[in-house]
């Protein structure tokens, strides 16, 4: 299958500092990349979808000024949680889907802990 | 809306047993129908799908699954299990005939016992 590299894999922050994930598409043009989130022992929730060249669509309850989300080429998009807190906590994936694709490809996943 | 549901959240089975996790899920058309399987500490590597056609699909690692229209189940199946498929599985529908919106069931952990 396709590889979706996202980094870092785990970042530890104290409350009020902001955190850059990043979401590589390594192996084919990604137009749409999303942005999910997933509490221990539960589901994937969607955040965001994130669109090459436009603005997010963000889901219901997720607050577009706290969660930056950057899409800048087709193979990288960003995720940045400004001034985390601890309940910002979680586990964190990306992925990808490619033009003309109807597979979404998963990252490994960022660990965020904040203190 | 789309919906998943995965009745088992936990599933043990003997190393060598037969395996089968349930997935129903509800959408008015045709769904594309997903199975993912995630690692503690990983993403989701996808083992199967199902958008058209036969309705029995094999996948990766000796994976198959059935897509049953009438009982609007997915379940995922695997003749012998192996340690190393201890893990969580995820069934997940894809509305409008792609796999943008994607909803995810609760997922089902498996453990092997040696």
């Known amino acids: 299958g396709a590889v979706v590299s996202q980094h870092p894999s785990r970042v530890i922050c104290k409350s009020g500092t902001s955190v850059k994930i990043e979401c590589r598409s390594l192996?084919?043009?990604?137009?749409?990349m999303f942005w999910y989130r997933q509490f221990p022992k539960q589901s994937l929730m969607l955040m965001a979808t994130s669109n090459e060249g436009s603005k997010a669509t963000y889901e219901q309850g997720v607050e577009k000024d706290k969660f930056l989300i950057n899409h800048a080429s087709l193979t990288l998009s960003t995720l940045t949680v400004t001034s985390a807190h601890p309940e910002d906590s979680s586990f964190y994936i990306c992925?990808?889907?490619?033009?003309?694709?109807?597979?979404?490809?998963f990252g490994a996943g960022t660990r965020l802990s904040v203190l | 809306a789309q919906s998943v549901t995965q009745p088992d959240i936990h599933i043990t089975v003997s190393e060598g047993a037969s395996l089968e996790l349930r997935c129903n899920y509800s959408y008015g058309a045709t769904p594309y129908l997903f199975w993912y399987v995630q690692s503690p500490g990983q993403g989701l590597q996808l083992l199967l799908k199902?958008?058209?056609?036969?309705?029995l699909v094999q996948g990766i690692k000796g994976f198959e699954a059935e897509f049953k229209r009438s009982q609007s189940s997915f379940n995922l199946r695997k003749p012998s299990v192996h340690w190393s498929d201890a893990a969580e599985y995820f069934c997940a529908v894809g509305a409008d005939g792609s796999a943008r919106q994607l909803t995810f069931g609760s997922g089902t952990q498996l453990t092997v016992l040696p």
């Open positions: 192996d084919f043009q990604a137009t749409t």
């Open positions: 992925s990808s889907l490619g033009t003309g694709k109807n597979i979404q490809y």
């Open positions: 199902y958008f058209s056609g036969d309705t």
